[in-house]
């Protein structure tokens, strides 16, 4: 029997960089917005659908959430700190815009969605209708 979570198609939006300049050297970092994946976990049970994603460094502010019918949408952005009177000499973190799509089992309610943003966790869980959540039926 195939569950609901293998039909759920998971795309990615791909971010155009910036280009370099030519005056640019290994000794001046080239600063680009590149395309920023964050990884998901995507768990299913009796009532509920959870989806967990790991944006770190980022703010429950930097972050939108949007459900429209079975489709979940996370855009976020994440900004380099500007530092006074600094060059950067080696960058290794990574800034940039990102957008997950998500497209659920038309089975969710649209309704009752609840999101929360913990220690660079966002955390969305999405319940299913209540006519498919089994009910144990008690035989006398």
């Known amino acids: 029997m195939m569950?609901?979570?293998?039909?759920?198609?998971?795309?990615?939006?791909?971010?155009?960089g910036k280009k370099k300049n030519k005056k640019d050297t290994p000794d001046n970092v080239v600063k680009?917005?590149?395309?920023?994946?964050?990884?998901?976990d995507l768990v299913e049970n009796d009532q509920e659908f959870l989806i967990i994603i790991e944006v770190p460094g980022l703010k429950k502010k930097n972050i939108k959430v949007r459900?429209?019918?079975?489709?979940?949408?996370?855009?976020?952005?994440?900004?380099?700190?500007?530092l006074k009177n600094c060059q950067d000499k080696v960058t290794e973190c990574i800034y940039g815009v990102?957008?997950?799509?998500?497209?659920?089992p038309e089975t969710v309610q649209t309704k009752k969605v609840f999101g929360r943003m913990n220690n660079g966790i966002l955390t969305v869980?999405?319940?299913?209708?209540?006519?498919?959540?089994?009910?144990?039926?008690?035989?006398?």
């Open 3 to 16: 569950s609901n979570v293998d039909i759920i198609q998971i795309k990615k939006k791909k971010i155009k």
């Open 98 to 104: 990102f957008q997950r799509t998500i497209t659920l």
């Open 67 to 82: 459900l429209s019918a079975n489709i979940l949408t996370v855009k976020g952005k994440k900004k380099q700190k500007s």
């Open 125 to 140: 869980k999405i319940p299913k209708k209540d006519y498919l959540i089994p009910v144990k039926v008690k035989v006398k």
């Open 32 to 40: 680009e917005y590149v395309e920023i994946t964050p990884v998901i």
